[in-house]
């Protein structure tokens, strides 16, 4: 399978008010839309097979946010015993800044949780200041850095982890 970095979209558009949103298990017949997403998003790109793969494997978990009928934005993370990496969040570009990354993510991580998930790790530019601010309203915080991390452009990710999780 091809290496797939974690990669965040930030999020302009409609107010949350004004979204009828459904978030639920994405599918072999999102792919075509979320392969579009992608391409808007990142400057490199998943490929059709790696999607296809993680969709084959048990280990990964992938949400799709359905507007109206269409994939608005999709989501997704891989794990390994307790821990989750979030790998993959985007939302179409007139869609963003509209809350639909935020429920995308909690999903994604109430998900995890309720599946004994009890820390989420991601990376993110670290310029990229609207993600970074929703992960923090998340509770993410910054744990340490990747120098380089990124391409074009070349630039360090952060890497930012959720705190333990305590069900007292």
């Given at each position: 399978?091809?290496?797939?970095?974690?990669?965040?979209?930030g999020e302009p558009g409609?107010?949350?008010?004004?979204?009828?949103?459904?978030?639920?298990?994405?599918?072999?017949?999102?792919?075509?839309?979320?392969?579009?997403?992608?391409?808007?998003?990142?400057p490199a790109p998943w490929?059709?097979?790696?999607?296809?793969?993680?969709?084959?494997?048990?280990?990964?978990?992938?949400?799709?946010?359905?507007?109206?009928?269409?994939?608005?934005?999709?989501?997704?993370?891989?794990?390994?015993?307790?821990t989750a990496d979030i790998?993959?969040?985007?939302?179409?570009?007139?869609?963003?800044?509209?809350?639909?990354?935020?429920?995308?993510?909690?999903?994604?991580?109430?998900?995890?949780?309720?599946?004994?998930?009890?820390?989420?790790?991601?990376?993110?530019?670290?310029?990229?200041?609207?993600?970074?601010?929703?992960?923090?309203?998340?509770?993410?915080?910054?744990?340490?850095?990747?120098?380089?991390?990124?391409?074009?452009?070349?630039?360090?990710?952060?890497?930012?982890?959720?705190?333990?999780?305590?069900?007292?």
């Amino acid at each position: 399978m091809e290496k797939a970095e974690g990669r965040t979209a930030g999020e302009p558009g409609q107010t949350e008010s004004s979204l009828c949103l459904r978030i639920r298990p994405m599918s072999l017949a999102d792919l075509p839309t979320v392969l579009e997403i992608e391409k808007e998003c990142f400057p490199a790109p998943w490929s059709e097979r790696i999607f296809r793969d993680v969709l084959d494997l048990d280990y990964y978990h992938f949400l799709t946010a359905i507007l109206d009928g269409e994939v608005a934005g999709y989501c997704g993370y891989i794990r390994s015993f307790e821990t989750a990496d979030i790998a993959n969040i985007a939302v179409r570009g007139s869609l963003r800044r509209s809350g639909i990354g935020e429920k995308l993510l909690r999903k994604l991580m109430d998900d995890g949780y309720r599946a004994g998930v009890e820390r989420f790790s991601l990376e993110v530019r670290a310029s990229n200041a609207p993600a970074i601010a929703l992960y923090e309203k998340l509770g993410y915080r910054q744990e340490g850095l990747r120098r380089g991390y990124y391409e074009n452009p070349r630039e360090d990710a952060l890497i930012l982890w959720t705190p333990e999780r305590s069900d007292t």
